[in-house]
């Protein structure tokens, strides 16, 4: 003959039943927090955002030769210079986690990086080229590499499912089209046509710096074209016009230094640096 439970009895099943049901909907909320989305369907494909890693570069202090007195101010602004480079490129390796194609890291911040490098000693080798023997083959330091971390993503579902992508940087986001239209072209400010008479020492090196930009060009049109279709909104810009800028800027640096060397330095030519997409 069954019995009836005591009054408290069920007031105390009712309560643990109740702390059951919570712990059992805590789960569910935790283990959805840690697959990183909500599975939906069978081919979902559940996204791990690993540590995107860090840049380094090599150091270009310990590489110069004795600086001049004259030089040390503008040597030393520079080499910070570098170092805020590098902090930029961390920064954005961070916030652009899961941005871009297999190599948006390559193109949107190690190559921009490694452009600004160049810029950045060459300005220093001129620098102390001024009143001493200015360093040769400081270029070599400009190159950067991405150190371990990246992005993961782990198929948790059939193979129809999104394939698992990984690299050294950025795995590609396939919901933001980028170049997805006609490729366009890229239009840059006539140099040649801003600059002051050029010495007759000058004019075989500013003569090849120009042939440079317009070849800088050719390859950044080339690469509009080779890349439609991929990248999110900002592809074209941080992978192509913005490394664009950064070697034009460069290039520009050298033409106006080799002027310089017996004539007038011209000033403000980097603006002539921003190039344009025409669609």
């Known amino acids: 003959m069954s019995r009836a439970l005591p ?68 040597v030393d602004r520079n080499l910070a210079l570098l170092d805020t480079q590098i902090q930029e490129a961390n920064k954005r390796l961070v916030d652009t986690v899961g941005q871009g194609g297999p190599n948006f890291v390559q193109n949107a911040i190690l190559g921009p990086l490694k452009d600004k490098r160049v810029a950045t000693v060459n300005r220093i080798a001129t620098a102390i080229g001024r009143t001493a023997a200015k360093p040769t083959g400081l270029d070599a330091l400009a190159p950067c590499t991405l150190n371990a971390g990246g992005v993961t993503s782990t198929a948790t579902a059939t193979p129809s499912a999104t394939a698992t992508q990984q690299s050294s940087g950025n795995t590609g986001n396939a919901g933001n089209a980028g170049n997805t239209n006609a490729a366009g072209t890229i239009t840059c400010p006539d140099v040649a046509s801003q600059l002051p008479a050029i010495p007759a020492t000058a004019k075989a090196e500013v003569d090849r710096n120009l042939a440079l930009l317009d070849t800088q060009i050719q390859e950044a049109n080339k690469r509009l074209v080779d890349t439609v279709g991929q990248g999110g909104p900002n592809f074209v810009q941080n992978a192509i016009l913005g490394p664009l800028k950064d070697k034009r800027a460069s290039t520009i640096d050298r033409i106006a230094i080799s002027i310089g060397r017996t004539a007038a330095k011209p000033t403000g030519l980097d603006s002539l640096a921003a190039c344009t997409l025409n669609k």
């Open 7 to 74: 009054k408290y009895n069920k007031r105390r099943v009712a309560v643990i039943g109740g702390a059951a049901a919570l712990a059992l909907t805590g789960a569910v909320v935790v283990n959805s927090a840690l697959a990183g989305e909500t599975s939906k369907s069978s081919g979902t494909t559940a996204r791990t955002l690993a540590d995107p890693g860090t840049i380094t570069c090599p150091d270009v202090a310990s590489q110069l030769p004795a600086i001049p007195a004259t030089a040390k101010a503008e």
